[in-house]
């Protein structure tokens, strides 16, 4: 099956950035593996954003890991929305909680999970984690558990 007829818009296109918070970059396609339980691990570690008391840069390696259903996530338009907080500004645990409820909000995944690894500031490191599973299902059971035993 090819995919160019998908709608995606910004893969194979000229690369423009926005210069702020910008969800609506995000693109999204059809999972081919439906019925097969895998994880997609996105590892990003140039993410920057900024403090919103300062305007202070804040660094960071932002993973994502989700166990996709219908739709998956389009890894250039996730590259370009990580972009757009460059000149956001918001605290770590909200941008880490940001990032997860737009990527639910697009694909609707089983189970997703996103953490921040903020690079130290005043000798502090943040590390925010958030999750999430499909309410009624195992993955709802799956999140609470990595949830309890996330370190």
């Not at 739709?71 to 770590?92: A, I």
Request: one cysteine or more; charged letters at 25%.
């Amino acid at each position: 099956m090819e995919r160019n007829n998908e709608g995606l818009t910004q893969l194979g296109a000229a690369t423009t950035y926005s210069m702020d918070y910008a969800p609506e970059v995000l693109e999204s396609f059809e999972n081919k593996h439906q019925e097969n339980d895998y994880w997609v691990r996105f590892n990003c570690p140039e993410f920057t954003s900024l403090c919103p008391i300062t305007g202070q840069p804040d660094f960071a390696e932002i993973r994502i890991s989700y166990v996709p259903d219908v739709r998956m996530v389009e890894s250039k338009s996730l590259k370009l929305y990580l972009f757009s907080f460059r000149n956001h500004g918001d605290f770590h645990e909200d941008c880490v909680n940001t990032i997860m409820k737009d990527l639910i909000r697009l694909m609707d995944p089983k189970y997703i999970e996103v953490t921040g690894i903020f690079t130290p500031r005043g000798g502090i490191s943040i590390y925010p984690y958030a999750n999430y599973g499909r309410p009624g299902t195992k993955y709802e059971q799956m999140a609470e558990t990595r949830f309890a035993n996330h370190q």
